[in-house]
């Protein structure tokens, strides 16, 4: 923030993260929820957050808008892009497409007896595509000349449990999805899910993509990269037909190597 203050760049979109609300009483959760955290990764959200709110209020040339985003699931509908963790993924949905081809035997779903329809974890799942419009929306707050700093919950509104999940995947795929049950993580909260009405009054935002969606999209990225991007070749032009109905943009990389921006 120093370094940006310095060349006169003092507008910011900074990803934060439902975490911050903790072990939240009630759900929906609306952006006045009493903040704390479970885990380091929520501790340093709720740092960066202050440490931003601080800038702010020491500058009134500063404008920063912080998104607290729920559970960003799905991939690009062309197939293209998506998510490719590497090892054993840490979040549900990357997990489920490993059990689904076959990389991964079982989903490990931790707990079973949590205050829930089913007894298994609550969240707020967002298609990443809404998560994208969701940045829009906040990058043209700030370019009408918004200073100070707020904050937007990013999410559908609606809790879908980790079995509600797996069954709508299921559904999405045609392929099996075994899941064998395990203990509680420490740190896992028993729901989660947003009120985003302030988005929506303010940036004019509203999640659009359904839980069906999210797995559809998800489903043809696996199925058009079922490596993921091991190896970074380079992809030729394609004639490749469209498939569900969507149709597959075509793309050729000059080089596997990012470049510093």
């Not at 045609?174 to 909260?189: A, F, Q, T």
Request: glycine share 10%; aromatic share 8%; charged share 25%.
């Amino acid at each position: 923030m120093k370094v940006m203050g310095e060349y006169g760049c003092k507008r910011m979109v900074f990803s934060s993260s439902a975490t911050v609300y903790g072990d939240a009483r009630e759900s929906p959760i609306g952006e006045d929820h009493a903040l704390s955290a479970t885990s380091p990764y929520g501790r340093t959200k709720l740092w960066v957050e202050e440490m931003l709110r601080d800038t702010c209020a020491a500058d009134s040339e500063w404008g920063v808008v912080v998104l607290r985003y729920f559970n960003p699931v799905g991939a690009h509908p062309s197939g293209m892009l998506g998510e490719d963790p590497k090892g054993v993924p840490n979040n549900l949905m990357p997990y489920i497409t490993k059990v689904a081809t076959g990389k991964q035997p079982v989903l490990k779903v931790f707990g079973d007896d949590y205050p829930t329809k089913d007894g298994t974890g609550v969240r707020d799942y967002l298609h990443i595509m809404d998560l994208s419009r969701g940045h829009v929306a906040a990058l043209d707050m700030l370019q009408e000349g918004f200073t100070g700093s707020d904050v937007f919950n990013l999410g559908t509104g609606n809790g879908i449990s980790v079995l509600e999940m797996v069954e709508a995947f299921r559904e999405a795929s045609r392929h099996p999805v075994p899941y064998e049950i395990h203990g509680r993580r420490k740190g896992d909260v028993a729901v989660c899910f947003a009120d985003a009405s302030k988005a929506a009054a303010r940036l004019g935002w509203v999640a659009k993509h359904s839980l069906e969606d999210m797995c559809h999209d998800l489903w043809r990225f696996t199925q058009r990269n079922p490596d993921g991007y091991e190896g970074g070749a380079e992809p030729e032009e394609s004639a490749e037909p469209a498939q569900h109905g969507v149709a597959q943009p075509t793309v050729q990389l000059k080089s596997t190597k990012a470049k510093a921006l």
